[in-house]
């Protein structure tokens, strides 16, 4: 069964340093989303992208955050100046039908990401 | 805006009783709503998912949840929990957008089974 998968499952970087997070979504997925879960916190909806461009993003994915395809597999998360507070859980996910109808978000296993 | 309230933070259940797990939605729209599980050091699986018709839906696992729109609950139970199905679980609405889904996730009950 297709799955999403993401690399690496572990970062650890220090603060103020740039990171990027890699997702290979479904492969014919069209749409495209990156959540995070602060340790004890709900999972929290960041950003969405679809046809090479974001569609929605949350108050949280400010200029320090980006989202790109760089090929037709791969889907990134990038963090420019990372903060202590950005530590987190980030999970990519997917879906294949067009928005304004229902349809379900395949989560990949999730990227740790540490900031010391 | 939507919102999904899980009331119960931690359950602890004996192996072969039965689970469920409570979730209450906020949305001003048609609910679309799902269960996901995320087991220690896994990604979120999707465990069962309502769209429309039959308001008893089954899913994975030997899952069962009812979607309740008068009292805007979307409850999920399983008749015999099994030591595997010790897992934090998710209740989620998703919000129709113009050009991408965003998922509303409550804030996940953790069960602990009991040998």
């Known amino acids: 069964e297709p799955e999403v998968t993401q690399t690496p499952s572990h970062q650890v970087t220090q603060m103020g340093q740039e990171v990027i997070l890699r997702c290979v979504p479904i492969?014919?997925?069209?749409?495209f989303y990156w959540y995070r879960q602060i340790l004890g916190q709900k999972v929290e909806f960041l950003v969405s992208f679809y046809n090479n461009e974001i569609s929605e993003k949350s108050e949280i994915f400010d200029d320090q955050f980006s989202v790109e395809r760089p090929d037709g597999s791969n889907f990134t998360l990038k963090i420019r100046s990372t903060k202590l507070e950005d530590s987190a859980m980030y999970f990519c996910?997917?879906?294949?039908?067009?928005?304004?109808?229902?349809?379900?978000?395949?989560f990949g296993p999730g990227t740790r990401l540490t900031v010391l | 805006a939507q919102s999904v309230t899980q009331p119960d933070i931690h359950i602890t259940v004996s192996e072969g009783a039965s689970l469920e797990l409570r979730c209450n939605y906020s949305?001003?729209?048609?609910?679309?709503l799902f269960w996901y599980v995320q087991s220690p050091g896994q990604g979120l699986q999707l465990l069962l998912k309502y769209f429309s018709g039959d308001t008893l839906v089954q899913g994975i696992k030997g899952f069962e949840a009812e979607f309740k729109r008068s009292q805007s609950s979307f409850n999920l139970r399983k008749p015999s929990v099994h030591w595997s199905d010790a897992a934090e679980y998710f209740c989620?609405?998703?919000?129709?957008?113009?050009?991408?889904?965003?998922?509303?996730f409550g804030g996940g009950t953790r069960v602990l089974v009991k040998p």
């Open positions: 949305y001003g729209a048609t609910p679309y």
């Open positions: 492969s014919n997925h069209l749409y």
């Open positions: 996910a997917s879906s294949l039908r067009p928005a304004r109808s229902p349809d379900t978000q395949y």
């Open positions: 989620a609405v998703v919000a129709l957008m113009g050009t991408g889904n965003k998922l509303t």
